[in-house]
């Protein structure tokens, strides 16, 4: 250790100094959204601290969400990182690779890095409030309470989140949003948008939805009977950007909630059966057409219950034959697979293995149409277009993501 100390350098720069963070890679997490990854150049960073995020764009400001450091390959939450640690940050929204993270009273920028195009993307997660309540059987394991708990907070706390609130709405220096044109963003992946606690928000976030009708807003809620008596004023017979699922975790949610989907007045419906608890027969459901997708996986982390290949080929089955949109997007950390049980920790690992199962089917086309602010059609060559990574081949949820979070690489 003496000899460690002796001829490694202690890290070069100023602790005390005003802050500054290159962002060198980017990570995302359907709990907490956009994580910026760099290396402390200057000074200190803090949970929520005031920070400016420096482009080529011009300045941002935001707030520091959560902080982590690395311990070997694992994230340590911390209060506070300093000069030389390379920290993980949340909360950073307009964060991207060669963005300087500087402190909000002094911002300076680092000298930025070049990125290959096309540029990186990760858009596709918007979390206007946080936090829920228990509702039904596919509850009990919650990731999101997990998640928090291990943060030391409780996932029942339900809050608006300020800084993200208006996410959808960001623009840069240029005036152009920064969420482009036919992206899909899924929304409150850590709550349920139709929760009774966050009718004092929706009102405003239904806005935002209108303002960005050129975007797909993917709603996903076990709150069936509650969706109807929360649609806006205007919502008319549906608007064309928002793509409603309902979640299903086993026959009785099925048979109860996709019937209040069906008599609902929405373009664009989809089923969601996660965490998949037992086998779920919805033939009967697919006959009209009108449902577009059916999304289906195990369940994760603490106390997972068992997912069964058989139920997910039966599913399969269903949808192959009315020909719609299947999409397996992963195992589960516990699965059975002719009667023997696999036991999969890693996401990861889950979602390589639902991927090689080969159950994914691509159905009839999904055709959205997106209007820009003065309320013209937009042609679909126009529309954002998915990029992937080489690693996105093995990925199952391939067919229904929004492209990958990195997407240096086309590998369609």
């Known amino acids: ?66 902080v982590y450091v690395y311990q070997g390959l694992k994230r340590m939450e911390v209060s506070e990182a ?67 708990k291990i943060r030391g907070n409780s996932g029942a706390y339900i809050y608006k989140v300020k800084a993200n609130f208006y996410y959808p709405l960001a623009k840069n220096r240029q005036g152009e949003y920064k969420i482009k044109s036919g992206e899909q963003i899924r929304v409150c992946m850590t709550s349920d948008f139709f929760l009774k606690e966050a009718d004092e928000w929706r009102e405003e976030a239904w806005r935002i939805i209108k303002a960005r009708s050129d ?72 006959k009209d057409g009108e449902i577009e997708q059916v999304i289906c996986g195990g369940e994760n982390y603490n106390g997972a219950r068992v997912c069964n290949f058989d139920w997910v080929k039966n599913l399969r089955q269903e949808c192959v034959k009315a020909n719609i949109t299947f999409c397996f997007i992963e195992t589960g950390t516990v699965f059975m697979k002719d009667k023997k049980i696999y036991n999969l920790p890693s996401k990861e690992l889950q979602s390589k293995m639902a991927f090689k199962s080969k159950m994914n089917y691509q159905g009839k086309e999904i055709v959205f149409k997106l209007y820009d602010q003065f309320g013209r059609l937009l042609d679909k060559e126009k529309l954002y277009k998915r990029s992937f990574k080489l690693k996105c081949n093995e990925c199952a949820s391939k067919l229904i993501c929004n492209g990958c979070s990195e997407c240096k690489q086309d590998c369609k």
């Open 1 to 66: 250790m003496d000899l460690l100390i002796k001829e490694i350098p202690a890290p070069q720069g100023d602790v005390e100094g005003s802050l500054q963070m290159m962002v060198t890679t980017l990570d995302s997490d359907e709990y907490v959204g956009r994580v910026a990854i760099g290396r402390i150049m200057r000074g200190k960073i803090k949970e929520g601290q005031n920070v400016v995020v420096i482009s080529g764009d011009g300045e941002t400001k935001e707030r520091i969400g959560k």
């Open 82 to 148: 300093e000069l030389g640690e390379i920290v993980a940050i949340t909360g950073l929204p307009s964060a991207s690779i060669g963005h300087t993270v500087a402190d909000a009273e002094n911002p300076e920028a680092l000298p930025s890095i070049n990125i290959d195009e096309p540029t990186l993307s990760m858009h596709d997660i918007w979390n206007p409030w946080h936090g829920c309540l228990k509702y039904s059987e596919g509850c009990k394991n919650c990731y999101m309470y997990y998640l928090d």
């Open 215 to 286: 975007v797909i807003f993917i709603l996903i809620t076990k709150r069936a009977e509650r969706i109807r008596a929360c649609l806006p004023k205007n919502w008319g017979d549906g608007w064309e950007n928002v793509f409603l699922h309902v979640t299903c975790e086993n026959q009785k949610r099925a048979d109860e909630r996709i019937p209040i989907l069906l008599n609902l007045p929405f373009k664009h419906k989809g089923i969601i059966v996660a965490p998949f608890l037992e086998n779920v027969s919805i033939e009967k459901y697919l």
